[in-house]
């Protein structure tokens, strides 16, 4: 199983050595939010366009944009510093109780 903490101390110690190295990146919180829109921008497009062509080339290059926003994530939770495990988990068991509360009402 991948340790989520640890991909996201990598990614964010991968982003700092960039942004230390002149890339034109940000990695304080409210920049990589921004980023982050931008790469579900890219995303939207990249889907688009596997939608429509339904190629390998466009499928890869969509999965590459959805990786692009969980690296994203994963920046923002390296340089917060917190259990980006414990928040995936607690948002999840929301949404299972969401889903069991729907289900009831029908």
Do not use: P, W
Not at 52 to 64: A, I, L, R, S, V
């Amino acid at each position: 199983m991948i340790d989520l903490n640890k991909l996201s101390k990598q990614a964010y110690e991968v982003a700092q050595r960039r942004e230390s190295n002149g890339a034109n990146i940000k990695i304080d919180t409210i920049s990589m939010l921004k980023h982050c829109a931008g790469e579900v921008m890219e995303a939207t497009e990249a889907y688009c366009d596997f939608v429509y062509e339904m190629t390998d080339e466009y499928e890869e290059k969509f999965q590459d944009e959805v990786a692009d926003i969980m690296t994203c994530c994963l920046i923002i939770s390296g340089y917060m510093k917190f259990d980006i495990e414990l928040a995936l988990n607690r948002v999840m068991e929301k949404n299972r109780l969401r889903a069991e509360k729907q289900r009831d009402k029908l």
